[in-house]
């Protein structure tokens, strides 16, 4: 598309319905937009604006065999995107295209990973009826279901087993990351495992039953049970993160079963009456943040237990999520 063709469209958005709350979804090719483009778009209003991208892969004989360019600007594009924070950035690679093998895959999946889409979605190659796919499935190996929507099984380069571990790790990156639930938790074993596909493909591959549900409960027992299976002493940090992702995002004032434990019970203890002994006629503001009694009550008091997340998250002995998702730092004297 040219820029005198979607730019109007765009500025007749934003002219029209910039106050509204309606989000308009546009899937992009980012080399296009050059930086009067991008300055326009710093100022949209937050939530105007979904863009999906289709990066497909990184391995440049992958996109030349399905006719795609993902250069160098293209990726500073994306991520000066992602950075402006108020467009939703939706990014796509897809598992069976030609001359990527799982390694491949892997490896698209990492840089990808490493730009921290908003939403990230790993797919799997449909073969289409009529496509450029399908004529050349011999050539390519290619073996697809029957139906729709035509996903493939295995390719030259792909077994169907290893497509099976990616649909699971797409499952799994659907639940835990894109739903912001487990942000925490996602990157704390992303780093202990080296990659994010490497922490999602234990995860897959611990996943191999029927035990675990599909709740913010399940899917953390299901992250406990992997790490005491691979890393138990990693159990304290990974208990931090997912005790952070739960206040961050639950809608509770109190934590499930599996995260409870004697220190949080005494950090709403002590915090509860530190903070109750700072009330002025029923307000309290620690550090000019005022909230009152009530909201007190139904907040949710934070400690970690390991030293590796207090030296890079606290700024101070205990945290209080207050009921709006306000975030409190503070040191009971």
Known sequence: SRKEHYRPVWEHIVKNCGSGNTTFHFEIYPGLLD???LDFLSHVRPG????????????RSTLEAV???????????????INMGNIHIHLDIIAGLP??????????????????????????LKVLPGTEMMERSAEYGLEWSPDPPYAVKSTRWLANHELEVIKRVASLVEALYNSGR??????CLSAYYGSSFSFFEALALHDTCEQWGRDWNSYAALVISLVNTCCHGMLPLVMDC???DWCCKGRLH????????????????????????????????????????????RSIFFVPESREFSSRVMKGDLAIFLPDKRIIFFTAI
Request: charged share 30%.
């Open 182 to 187: 487990f942000a925490e938790t996602c990157w």
């Open 99 to 124: 001359f990527e093998d799982y390694g491949g895959f892997a490896g698209s999946f990492n840089r990808v990973m490493g730009l921290k889409p908003h939403h990230f979605q790993p797919g799997i």
């Open 67 to 81: 006719h795609r360019v993902m250069d160098r600007r293209s990726y500073d594009i994306i991520e000066r995107l």
């Open 242 to 244: 997912l005790r952070w």
């Open 35 to 37: 930086e009067d483009d």
């Open 254 to 297: 109190r934590y499930p079963s599996a995260l409870k434990s004697v220190y949080m019970k005494e950090a709403r203890r002590t915090g509860y009456n530190y903070l109750m002994s700072k009330s002025v006629r029923g307000i309290i503001a620690p550090d000019g943040v005022s909230f009152s009694k009530e909201e007190l009550r």
């Open 48 to 59: 105007l604006f979904q863009f999906e991208i289709g990066i497909q892969s990184v391995h």
